[in-house]
């Protein structure tokens, strides 16, 4: 399953469970009850496991199971982060900053010599370089790209 489809998966199966519907999960994702469906199916396929009981009481009525139900909170913080992780990208974008982390001797042996180049290219991007050894949380930073590499 390749990233989209399987992100467009776990939006299906997120909202199928918030709703215990895949009609009204459909509504909320301005896609068909049947698009839901089989991307739900594509993901249970993938993971091997059935994430839902289906009980036919005069209306379909969708009852996660207990894994289901135990790993929504996570998927939920993921999509909350992924949120939050765009809107930090839009305002970053909107606001010509980029930030990036790396080790010092990345920055030095690699980026540096490099940075002229992109500046030229994107004369209206302020670049920040926070240049240390210490592994950080990009969210809480406001870090938009980096890495530390090992030694």
Known sequence: MNTPVFLNA???FEASARH???SAAAKELNV???AVGQLVRGLEDYLGTRLFHRQQTGKNRL???ELAESV???IRGGFDKLTLGLEKLKKGVSSGILTITVSPAF???WLLPRIDQFQMAYPDTDVRLDTNLKLV???ANGIDIGGHCCK
Request: charge should be neutral; avoid cysteine.
């Open 10 to 12: 776990l939006k299906a």
């Open 20 to 22: 215990q519907s895949f």
């Open 32 to 34: 068909t009850p049947a």
């Open 63 to 65: 009852i996660p199971t």
């Open 72 to 74: 929504l909170p996570d």
């Open 107 to 109: 920055a030095a042996k």
């Open 137 to 139: 949380d990009f969210l």
